[in-house]
Nanobody
Framework: QVQLVEAGGGLVQPGGSLRLSCAAS????????IGWFRQAPVKAREGVSC????????GYADSVKGRFTISRDNAKNAVYLQMSSLKVEDTAVYYC??????????????????WGQGTQVTVSS
């Protein structure tokens, strides 16, 4: 069964950190660029960060630059999103997704055809 599974979400205070993971089963992640997306209530899903197949390229939304770091470990078939200096406005369901892009990566949802079920991140005091 082909699937992506996110983990690591939870409740954290403003200024805190979380590390999200995205694990793949049924396919090999290193054939794909991976993106992290988030969706807050009544808002559209937005791209947060992405990483190319061999981690040669990464991308970040302006709202998370300098606070979030994406990485991948193809040997473990996993991708990670380290989130630091979290803000209340980072509260959302976070999704990872996979796209067959030969070069680079993308923050556009339409580029991705495999999606996980999401993990909730809540930033609140």
């Amino acid at each position: 069964q082909v699937q992506l599974v996110e983990a690591g979400g939870g409740l954290v205070q403003p200024g805190g950190s979380l590390r999200l993971s995205c694990a793949a089963s049924g396919f090999t992640l290193d054939d794909y660029a991976i993106g992290w997306f988030r969706q807050a209530p009544v808002k559209a899903r937005e791209g947060v960060s992405c990483i190319s197949r061999r981690a040669a390229g990464t991308g970040y939304a302006d709202s998370v630059k300098g606070r979030f770091t994406i990485s991948r470990d193809n040997a473990k078939n996993a991708v990670y999103l380290q989130m630091s200096s979290l803000k209340v406005e980072d509260t959302a369901v976070y999704y990872c997704a996979a796209a067959r892009l030969n070069y680079g990566c993308s923050l556009r949802t339409r580029e991705y055809d495999k999606w996980g079920q999401g993990t909730q991140v809540t930033v609140s005091s």
